[in-house]
């Protein structure tokens, strides 16, 4: 999908999500105490309690927890048709990023599907992607 | 312990582009609702709504407690809004809680939207266009995915559903050719006069699949009041009360996206609460009136409401359980899909129309017992109702 995309605010608490692409890089809150990731993050971490989190750069793979193809055009500029998904990260399962799948034709995305990131800059930000994984 | 019925309710007339003023389409709705009741403005000396007043989205509430208190010259004493709480029954339950607590005695609860008038040919109702500013809070995470219709975050429930369970749109489509059909009874829905078939169902144009767009509630305008009353002032008014027999509210994790099991809403944490909290059972409700912002809404409803199983919802319903003549007869008005998008003031008025046995042609017979489930996502409220 191409743009235009309306874009995040930025706040303390998400600007490593949206910039980590810059070298590369998807950044998801930890907890480091516990090591448990927090998203949406919030700077708390809801399984020790802890306050002390810092941002990770997971893997990048995950899986397609769910999806669904697009067929209206919601707003000037934007394409009609895209695939929306939430992705689980290979991390942790209950870590869900409300996403694109790209790389593929819609109607091969599936449940389960490995994927891996990918960025799309936009202004000052990278918007985190998914394609299928090489071979899947 | 709750101390609070039902006492009046009333309705203006559902239209599209009306160019009616807010406060008109409102007036008929309260004028209707007190007189329903045997109440005057002077008795009413609560007020409550959802959101409040908000510009968030074309039409959605122009009118907050000070516009509706000032216009009807209202004398109240007590009132609150909110646009945080159990979904869009949270005006009532804050009402419950009020003539329970003795804070009023009878509190007129409001609904009402000009949606369908506000919205431009660039501005949809309920659609989040960009601005051109950069978006804060939880459209911050979909916004920029161009997941900018709850058409697409509804979908991603049912695809699940029908990934994990083998549902079908043919299942889905029996609820919404059922609620038409319904519609054909209601005189004041949106669609009386125009039914509709399965095959004009699946020929629709798709929106977010599986997701068509008879899959989707309609934007209108409108008003909708319900009063609820302390039991011991019920007694006076002019209708046997319907009890509030118990509650349930819940709220997901932030947002639609991250609830662990993405076949289920917060819908199941409010029933589950509301049932806590009553020695009635699912087999004692004779009617029910179930969000159906997208018709997805209603299987996950129903299964939260204990009607059917994990995963049954939309079998239960194309084995016709869900119509006039099932085991339970669910949005007998026509629901927001056919009669147009009240935000859940429409089911709570459907329910009581039936327990007062006011449904016409579609009277469900001896009809006692009514739950009334309203939100979507990770917003749920969940409600038991009562023939006194």
Known sequence: ????????????????FWKGGAKGQLLIQQCTRCSY????PTGYCPECESRDTSYSAVSGKGFVETFT??????????????????????????????????????DDVTFDLPVTVQFEQAEDLWIPLFAPEAGA | MLKASITGIGMSQLGRNTQRPCIDLLADAA???????????????GLTTYPGKADNSPGMSPLGCTDVREALGLKTRWH??????????????????????????????????????????TRRASVATGTGARV???????????????????AQFAQRRMYEFGATREQLGAQCVLQRANAQLNARALFNGKPM?????????????????????????????IIVSASDAARDCRKPPITIAAMGAALGRDSWDQRADMTQMAALDACTDMW??????PKDVDVAALYDGFSVFVPMWLEAFGFCKRGEGEAFIADGQTALTGSTPTNTGGGQMSAGRLHGFGHLHEACTQLWGEGGRRQVSKAQTAVVGMGGGPLAGAMLLQRA
């Open chain 1, 1 to 16: 999908m191409s743009l235009p995309r309306p874009l995040p605010a930025l706040t303390s608490d998400n600007e490593p």
């Open chain 1, 37 to 40: 990731y927090i998203h949406p």
């Open chain 1, 69 to 106: 193809v697009n067929h209206k055009q919601w707003m000037p500029g934007l394409p009609d048709r895209y695939v929306l998904a939430l992705v689980r990260i290979a991390e942790q399962d209950d870590v869900r990023l409300v996403t694109n799948i790209v790389g593929c034709d819609p």
């Open chain 2, 31 to 45: 004028l209707e609702a007190m007189s329903d009741a045997g109440l005057t403005r002077d008795d009413i000396d």
């Open chain 2, 80 to 121: 609150s809004s909110s646009s945080e709480g159990p979904a869009q029954m949270s005006p009532l339950m804050i009402a419950a809680m009020a003539v329970s607590t003795g804070q009023a005695r009878h509190v007129l609860c409001f609904r009402a939207l000009t949606e369908s008038s506000s919205q431009s040919p």
């Open chain 2, 136 to 154: 804060g809070g939880w459209f911050s995470w979909l916004l920029p995915m161009g997941a900018l219709s709850a058409t697409n975050w509804a």
């Open chain 2, 197 to 225: 078939t399965m095959e004009d169902y699946l020929n629709a144009r798709m929106i977010s699949d599986p997701l068509g767009m008879f899959d989707c509630d309609i934007p209108i305008d409108g008003a909708c009041v």
């Open chain 2, 276 to 281: 806590a909290r009553t020695d009635l059972k």
